[in-house]
């Protein structure tokens, strides 16, 4: 399988996933849960290592309760 090159803006969302699921004390499974999503997917863009669609962004995001956007900005 190739992978997918590295992605500062990937990163970036990867990065805020991680801390706005960790300050809802939700697992990957539970998050993935919620936005409709395999875990394994989310587990691998949580990793930088999966491109996602704007799509799944605004699932993800709608799911914690935040702006899409918020999760693309750098903090």
Known sequence: MER???SELR???ARNLRLYRAEKGWSQ???AHEAGLNRT???AVE???QNISVDNIARLASAM???AH???VRS
Request: cysteine-free; charged content about 40%; aromatic content about 4%.
């Open 4 to 6: 997918t090159p590295k």
């Open 11 to 13: 990163d970036v969302l």
């Open 29 to 31: 499974e539970r998050l």
């Open 41 to 43: 997917y989310l587990s």
């Open 47 to 49: 990793r930088s290592e």
């Open 65 to 67: 309760r935040v702006e």
């Open 70 to 72: 918020t999760l693309l």
